[in-house]
T-cell receptor, first 110, second 113 residues
Framework: DAKTTQPTSMDCAEGRAANLPCNHS???????VYWYRQIHSQGPQYIIH???NNETNEMASLIITEDRKSSTLILPHATLRDTAVYYC???????????FGQGTILTVHP | EAQVTQNPRYLITVTGKKLTVTCSQN?????MSWYRQDPGLGLRQIYY???????DKGDVPEGYKVSRKEKRNFPLILESPSPNQTSLYFC????????????FGPGTRLTVT
């Protein structure tokens, strides 16, 4: 699976959009981009995933660049409850295995 | 409610005393897996199962066993626990092993003394 690079930490004001970047320059053609988050030591929670096109669901939007070498997760109106570690994962071909990196610690402040 | 449950949630045990951590899902998912999470190492896959009676090793299978006799259950067995297996364990399930969202359980914090 391709490796991802994310900033270690980010801050966001409550009510503002949180834009979390991820670089995955070695992504292969059949690999998906997934985003999960983990609040404290709870089980990771799925947010969104995509292959080529931008995706949106009730939680977030995923913007994937045309060359697929990077992506951005957008939380449109961050709340304090969105404070968590956000993981960008590339894969989907290795028998369902998700390779978690260190993620981005997002802190939403009032 | 669709969920993955794990039991126990917390366990303190001693070296060598066999234990089982249960995992159950109520979503009729085919794919299930176990991860462990350690500080600085992230989540690492231990074992996975693509369906009943089909299991395979993940990245860190040493010291663990699994079985998948029923679709909904995927227990993790530590035959002879050692202190280096002290960790936070997560079970996960999904419809299949492809591009599906995975649902994670709440975690089991295991301490082996």
């Amino acid at each position: 699976d391709a490796k991802t690079t994310q900033p270690t930490s980010m801050d966001c004001a409550e009510g503002r959009a949180a834009n979390l970047p991820c670089n995955h320059s070695t992504i292969s053609g059949n690999e998906y981009v997934y985003w999960y988050r983990q609040i404290h030591s709870q089980g990771p929670q799925y947010i969104i995933h995509g292959l080529k096109n931008n995706e949106t669901n009730e939680m977030a939007s995923l913007i994937i660049t045309e060359d697929r070498k990077s992506s951005t997760l957008i939380l449109p109106h961050a709340t304090l409850r969105d404070t968590a570690v956000y993981y960008c994962i590339v894969g989907g071909t290795s028998y369902g295995k998700l390779t978690f990196g260190q993620g981005t610690i997002l802190t939403v402040h009032p | 409610e669709a969920q993955v449950t794990q039991n126990p949630r917390y366990l303190i045990t001693v070296t060598g005393k066999k234990l089982t951590v249960t995992c159950s899902q109520n979503m009729n998912h085919e794919y299930m897996s176990w991860y462990r999470q350690d500080p600085g190492l992230g989540l690492r896959q231990i074992y996975y199962s693509m369906n009943v009676e089909v299991t395979d090793k993940g990245d860190v299978p040493e010291g663990y066993k699994v079985s998948r006799k029923e679709k909904r259950n995927f227990p993790l067995i530590l035959e002879s626990p050692s202190p280096n297996q002290t960790s936070l364990y997560f079970c996960a399930s999904s419809l299949g092993w492809g591009a599906y969202e995975q649902y994670f359980g709440p975690g089991t914090r295991l301490t082996v003394t």
